[in-house]
């Protein structure tokens, strides 16, 4: 008896979900992204954390500088530094 009682909820909640997670996961996913290239300036090697973004040399450690391709920028005071073509 018990199982039935289980059971008759659980149906309940599923013919609700698809309505309600609609519309979160629309918010959800931008927020998402966001969050996403906060994580990806770091990187784990060998129990190491590696920071895959210079920071700024006018603001100093903890400020990171986006990638912009053939550049980095800092958001903070807006710097700009050219990456080495010795990269290529
Ligand atoms: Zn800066």
Redesign the pocket.
């Known amino acids: 008896m018990s199982k039935s009682t289980e059971e008759a909820p659980k149906e309940e909640e599923k013919a609700e979900k698809p309505e309600k997670v609609e519309k979160p996961a629309a918010k959800a996913e931008k927020k998402k992204k966001k969050e996403k290239g906060v994580y990806s300036l770091y990187r784990i090697e060998n129990d190491k954390v590696v920071r895959l973004r210079p920071t700024?040399q006018?603001?100093g450690p903890g400020?990171f500088m986006a990638d912009q391709g053939d550049r980095y920028t800092?958001g903070?005071?807006?710097?700009t530094q050219y990456k080495p073509a010795a990269e290529k």
């Open positions: 700024c006018r603001c400020y800092c903070h005071c807006g710097f």
